[in-house]
C-alpha cells in the first residue's frame, strides 16, 4: 500500500490542525494504521494508532486529550486532529500502516511525511 500525507503547515500555539494520510489500497481496512512523527535531532516517535476497523486506539502519553486519531474506510483515510497544538509537536509526521502485529511500534508501509511547525 502506498501512503500519502497532507495537512502539514505553519500554525500558532494554541492552535489546531487536522493531517490526512490517503492510502492507495481499497482494502484499507485490513491495515491498522497509526501516525508518528520525528522532530529535528531526535528519533521518530509514535503518536497515535487505530485498529482496523477504528473502534479501539491508543495516544502517546504526550498527545492524549489533545489528539484524535480517526479513520474513513471508505475513502481510505487516516486522520489526525490536532488540537491545543504545543511549539513541541513540530515535528515531520507520518502515517503507517501494517497487516499483520509485529510489534508495538513496527509498521511495514509508511508515507514520505508532512510538516507541522507550531509558532510560540
Known amino acids: 500500500v502506498l501512503l500519502g500525507e497532507s495537512g502539514g503547515r505553519l500554525v500558532q500555539a494554541g492552535g489546531s490542525l487536522r493531517l490526512s494520510c490517503e492510502a492507495s489500497?481499497?482494502?484499507?481496512?485490513?491495515?491498522?494504521a497509526a501516525w508518528f512523527r520525528q522532530a529535528p535531532g531526535k528519533e521518530r516517535e509514535f503518536v497515535a494508532s487505530?485498529?482496523?476497523?477504528?473502534?479501539?486506539?491508543t495516544y502517546a502519553e504526550s498527545v492524549r486529550g489533545r489528539f484524535t486519531i480517526s479513520r474513513d474506510n471508505a475513502k481510505k483515510t487516516l486522520y489526525l486532529q490536532m488540537n491545543s497544538l504545543k511549539s513541541e509537536d513540530t515535528a515531520v509526521y507520518y502515517c503507517?500502516?501494517?497487516?499483520?502485529?509485529?510489534?508495538?511500534?513496527?509498521?511495514?508501509?509508511w508515507g514520505q511525511g508532512t510538516q507541522v511547525t507550531v509558532s510560540s
Open positions: 503507517a500502516a501494517r497487516r499483520l502485529f509485529a510489534g508495538a511500534n513496527n509498521f511495514d508501509y
Open positions: 489500497d481499497r482494502a484499507f481496512s485490513s491495515y491498522t
Open positions: 487505530i485498529s482496523k476497523n477504528g473502534d479501539s486506539t
